[in-house]
């Protein structure tokens, strides 16, 4: 064999390896990816739509008066995406693992929606089935209109007639929630 053959057989090989060094990289690569992929989407350790979690929380004002929270007692069982909580609730939860705590600003569009005037409307006294009313607290009544619960606070009374808010005690309000996400289920 002269020696150009040879040299040209030895590019020839180097070539090859060349191409395979290629393709198994890319395939390295591709596997990565997919294995990034795979692991963001069922992952079992970060929080998720449709994933049933518990939480504990503290939830306060933006002036830091506390109005709830679960810290002494159970936590608070909910499945990301079926609107039993507040939006921005559910949204901080998202990407959390278990055994962290976050502090999250909730806007009151996100919370309990902004204060809506047109659900204070005065009523005949006679139409609220409530024994012994008391101006301030909060009741639950059935509308007769739709046969569905209320929640009402009472604002002023008088002889005949009842001031009735149906506005949530935190609408229009921005909150803060300090969550620490105990368990996905």
Known sequence: ?????????????????????????????????VAAVAFYLFNPFFAKTGDTVS?????????GTVFDSNRDASPL??????GKVIPGLEEAVIGMAPNTTKTVHIPM???????DSSLVFTVNRSDIAIENPVVGERYSIRRSADNAVAYIKIITMTEDTITIDQNHDLAGKDLVFTITLVRIA
């Open 1 to 33: 064999m002269k020696k150009s053959e040879k040299v040209k057989g030895k590019e020839a090989v180097a070539a090859k390896k060349k191409k395979m060094r290629q393709f198994a990289i890319g395939a390295i690569v591709a596997l990565v990816v």
């Open 77 to 82: 069982v909910f499945t990301i995406g079926q």
């Open 109 to 115: 569009v996100k919370a309990y929606g902004p204060y």
């Open 55 to 63: 939480v504990y929380y503290t939830g306060s004002l933006a002036d």
